[in-house]
C-alpha cells in the first residue's frame, strides 16, 4: 500500500543502491559463508558501517517486488548476502569465533552498540529466515554488550563536558532491548532499571536536577545525573549549537519505540523524555522541504549523517505524536533523487564525495550505509505500519539560548539567525523560506582571517543579543588565531580581534551587519575576506546560479562544473535568482574558487559543496599588519527579492564611523530608515543621538527611549 512517504520512490532509491553497493562486498576468505560491507575492521565506524549496510540489504531482500533482474542480482543472492552479514557481526563480536578484516574483535564499549540498534530492523526483515545458530549468536552478544553497560558503563552527562544525550539514548534502549528480547535473562530487571536511568539523563535539561515530577514511578530529580541541554533544548555537542545531534536523539528514541511496538509492547514513558520539547525545537530549524537548517553549523560532510537519521525521527513523530511530516518525508525524497541522478551510478553520494573513497573507503562508505539505513528504517516502519498524521508542528517564531548567543527569528518569509559559539564560530544566516539549497553557514556573513599555520580559527570572546517584536540584535566579538606552522616550535600566534554587530530588521525582510577587525600584534597575514556570503552552487539547484549584480549579470556553473578560480567584480550589489540579495557601500568581489572548498572541519581535501563567495574586502596578498592596523572595516545590509529590491537596498544604505563607533543606515521593506549603532571599542561611550540627526527612536531596550545615553564596548543599539 503506497503511503504519503511515497513508498515507490524509496524502493527504488534502495535497490538502486544494493546494486550499486555490491562493489564494496568482501567475501572472507577463510570462511566464505561470512560477507563483510566496507573495510570490515573492528574500529567502531567500522563495525557501524556494515551493520547500516547489513540493515539496507535485509530490507530489500524482504521486498518481493523489487526487479532485480534488470539490476543484474536475484533476491535470493540479496537474501543471501544479507545472511552473511549478520553472521560476519555476530562471528566478529567478542562472544564469536572469528575476528573482523583487522585481526580484532569488537564490542564493549560506549558506542558499539549504537550499530546493534541501527541493524535491528533489518533482522526483524529477515527473520524468518534465521537458522537456531543465528538465533543463538544473536542472543550472546546482546546480553553480553547488556551485561557491560549495566557493569561497566557509568552515566555521565553534562552541558558542556561529558556531553552525552544521544548515547544515553542508544546504551538505554540497548538495554531496554535486551530486556525485551530476554526476559529470561539473569539481569533482565537490572537492565531495564539502568535503562530507565539512561533516558532520565538522555535529552536532559537544567531544570531536572530539582524536579519532583515522577515518571514510571520514579522521581526524575532522583535519577538526574546531569543536564546535556540547556533549558532552551540547545544542545552544545562536539563543542558547538549542534541541531543534528538533537535529530540523532530522536532517531534513537524512533528505533526502540518500532521495535517495542512490533513487539505489542507499550515503552516506558521515561523513554520520551523531552523529545516532544526537542522535536519543536528541531522542527523550528528544518526546511519546509525536510533540509535541516543548522543554525549553529556543521562540522561535518553537508546534507549527511545527522540530515540522513531525520527519516526515522519524522516516523516517531508521526506515529508518536500524529504530526504530519510527509512534505518533509517527500521533500527529502526529491532532494535524495536530486544527487542520484546526478551520480548516475545507483550511490548516494559518488559525484560529491567520491574522492573519498581513495582517500578513506571507511569514512566513505559509512556515508553510503548512513543514507541507506535510515532509508531502509522509513520503508521497514512504514510497510509495518501505515502511518499518517493530521497535526502540525507549532514552531517558535524567535528563540534564543544565551550560552551559545543563538538568536533566531522566522518573522515573514525570511529566516535570520547568529550563533556565536558555532561550529566555524561565528555565524550568521539570512535565508528565504522557499529555498534550503542557498543554505551554507560556515563563517557565513562575519568574515574570515586566516594566517599562514594549517589551523585557523576564532574563539568568542563576548556577545549580547536583544530582541524586539520581529527581530533581533547581536553585538560581540572574537579573537582570532593561527597556529599548526611550518617553522618548528613556532607558537600559536594571536592575529586579531574580529567585532560583529548583526540585526535582523522587523520588516521581516532584512537584515544589517556591521564587520570590523584590527590586528593585536603585528602578524602575517595570508588572507582576509570581509562580508563572507557563501551562496551554494551544486548539485541541489541544478548547479547554475544567476548572479546579476551592479556590474551586469552572470550565470556561473558551479558543483564538479567550476574548475577554475576567478575573482568577479560585482559593484556595491549582488542578487542571486531573483530571491536575496546583498549590498554594501563598499566593493563585492565574486569570488569563485574552483572547487568545492566547503570541507570537513578540520580536515584538508574533504571538500563536499561547492559555494561562491561574496566578499568585502578580499586579499590573498601576504603581508605583515602593524598591531592595531585595520584588516577589515565593512558594513552591509541584505534582503530578500529581485534585483530590483537589491538594488533598492544599495541606494538607501549608508555606513559612518566617529572613532570606534560604528554606525550602518538602510531602508527596509516596509520603508522605514533603521539605524545600527555599534561600540566596537574598549571602553564605553556616550552616545547623542542628535548629534547622528537621527530621528525617531525603536525599540532595541530602555536606552533607545533617551537621546543621550551610555554604550558599552561591544553593544549596539537599533533606531528606527
Known sequence: METHFERTRGVKLLADWVAFSQKHLYICPERRELICYGAGEHGHWGVHTHQKAFSAFAVAAAMEEIDWQSRNLTREKVLEQALGMLRYTLATHVTGDFVCTDGQQWGHNWIYVLGVERMFHG????????????????????????????????????????????????????????????????????????????????????????????????????????????????????????????????????????????????????????????WRLIRTCTFEDGRLLRIGGDSRARYCYCQDYALPMWALVEDKYGEDCSALEKGWLSILEKETAVNGDGSFLSNRFGHFEEQSPVYYTRLESDRANALSMMLYWHDRYPLSAEKTTPTHLTWHDAYHGASFDAHGHRYASFVWRASEKPQALFLPKSDSSLAEWRYNLCGRIEGVGRANFDEVHCHQEKFFEGGFLTCGSTIVYSDQFMAEGQLKETMAQK????????????????????????????????????????????????????????????GDYAKRYEQIDAGHWVNVDGKIGLASPQKLTIVRPGRRQVEILGRENSGTLYAEEICAPYSTKRRFYDRNETLIDVGFGMTLGDACATRALSDSLATNRKGDLFAITATGQDGRRYTMLANFGENAMEIDLDAWELGAVGPCGEKAAHRKFALSNDEAVLIF
Open 123 to 278: 533482522i526483524e526483515a529477515i527473520e524468518p529466515f534465521l537458522t537456531q545458530e543465528d538465533r543463538d549468536g544473536l542472543r550472546k552478544m546482546v546480553l553480553s554488550e547488556c551485561d557491560f553497560l549495566l557493569r561497566e558503563y557509568p552515566i555521565e552527562a553534562g552541558l558542556v563536558q561529558h556531553n552525552k544525550p544521544e548515547s544515553n539514548i542508544w546504551n538505554g534502549a540497548m538495554l531496554y532491548r535486551g530486556a525485551a528480547l530476554y526476559p529470561d535473562a539473569a539481569n533482565c530487571a537490572a537492565y531495564r532499571k539502568k535503562a530507565q536511568e539512561f533516558f532520565a539523563n538522555g535529552i536532559s535539561i537544567e531544570a531536572d536536577e530539582n524536579s519532583d515530577e515522577v515518571v514510571d514511578g520514579r522521581r526524575i530529580g532522583d535519577m538526574f545525573v546531569g543536564a546535556n541541554m540547556f533549558n532552551s533544548y540547545a544542545t552544545n555537542h562536539h563543542g558547538y549549537m549542534n541541531v543534528g545531534y538533537m535529530v540523532i536523539c530522536l532517531s534513537n528514541i524512533a528505533m526502540l519505540h518500532f521495535f517495542l511496538k512490533g513487539r505489542g509492547v507499550q515503552a516506558d514513558d521515561i523513554l520520551y523524555h523531552h523529545a516532544y520539547e526537542q
Open 499 to 558: 567585532h560583529v554587530a548583526f540585526a535582523a530588521l522587523p520588516d521581516g525582510a532584512s537584515a544589517i551587519c556591521l564587520q570590523y577587525a584590527r590586528a593585536l600584534n603585528r602578524t602575517f597575514v595570508a588572507t582576509l575576506r570581509g562580508v563572507l556570503w557563501n551562496v551554494p552552487n551544486d548539485i541541489f539547484n541544478g548547479r547554475q546560479r544567476l548572479l546579476a549584480h551592479e556590474n551586469g549579470a552572470d550565470y556561473l556553473r558551479g
